[in-house]
């Protein structure tokens, strides 16, 4: 079956610009969370959307960024007004529903310049 | 709040010596502990995790970790290892007991296997 999805696969955008990232999770995954991968700070948590529960925002660098999540399916990360250092690979996961353990499966990444 | 602490930043390996790979966790709850896998231009790949039950744990392509809980410790091992084994590997850690799903990663180690 199809693994999770994310588009574009690079973006490359100058500072100040907007950006949009796109995560298709796997099909019958209620849980999706956002990863952000960068060579000072490793992997580190963005957010996290449970069903039609509120999201989990506390992994959120700034108020430039926001996510939002469509259907209980895909979901997008904005991230407003770009800054060098918002340049990182940005990793979409999906599970099944909570609670108690079910593994997360990562998407490729979208890796994102900001010039 | 919890962290995870990979001391090896990057480890070379002859091709069939064992290697360790080094992880410590700081967390005041339980937690659901794992090692993924990132192979040159792969996403994330889960290899092996403790979840409850036996301290050991193993994956398929040989790998095997410990669970040590009073040394906080959850060690990679492997007794000898293959040129395909060269990529980066991550510890993490969740604790759903405190109703936090999201993983929180260690800096990565880069294992090289030389020839």
């Known amino acids: 079956g199809a693994g999770v999805s994310q588009s574009p696969s690079n973006k490359v955008t100058e500072k100040g610009k907007d950006v949009e990232l796109r995560c298709d999770p796997i099909s019958g995954h209620t849980a999706l969370y956002w990863y952000r991968q960068s060579l000072g700070q490793g992997l580190e948590f963005l957010i996290y959307f449970q069903g039609n529960s509120a999201p989990d925002k506390s992994g959120l660098p700034s108020d430039r960024f926001s996510a939002e999540r469509t259907g209980g399916s895909v979901s997008t990360l904005t991230i407003q007004r770009t800054q060098q250092e918002d340049s990182a690979v940005y990793l979409c996961?999906?599970?099944?529903?909570?609670?108690?353990?079910?593994?997360?499966?990562f998407g490729p990444g979208t890796r994102l310049t900001v010039l | 709040a919890q962290s995870v602490t990979q001391l090896d930043s990057q480890v070379p390996v002859f091709e069939e010596a064992p290697v360790e790979l080094r992880c410590n966790y700081s967390s005041s709850v339980s937690v659901y502990l794992f090692w993924y896998v990132q192979y040159p231009n792969q996403g994330l790949q889960l290899l092996l995790k403790?979840?409850?039950?036996?301290?050991l744990v193993e994956s398929i392509n040989g790998f095997e970790a410990e669970f040590n809980k009073s040394q906080t410790s959850f060690h990679l091992r492997k007794p000898s290892v293959h040129i395909s084994d060269t990529a980066e590997y991550f510890c993490?850690?969740?604790?759903?007991?405190?109703?936090?799903?999201?993983?929180?990663f260690g800096k990565g180690t880069k294992l090289s296997v030389i020839p």
């Open positions: 993490a850690v969740t604790s759903p007991g405190a109703g936090s799903y999201q993983l929180t």
């Open positions: 996961a999906s599970s099944f529903r909570q609670p108690g353990y079910n593994e997360q499966f």
């Open positions: 403790y979840l409850s039950g036996s301290t």
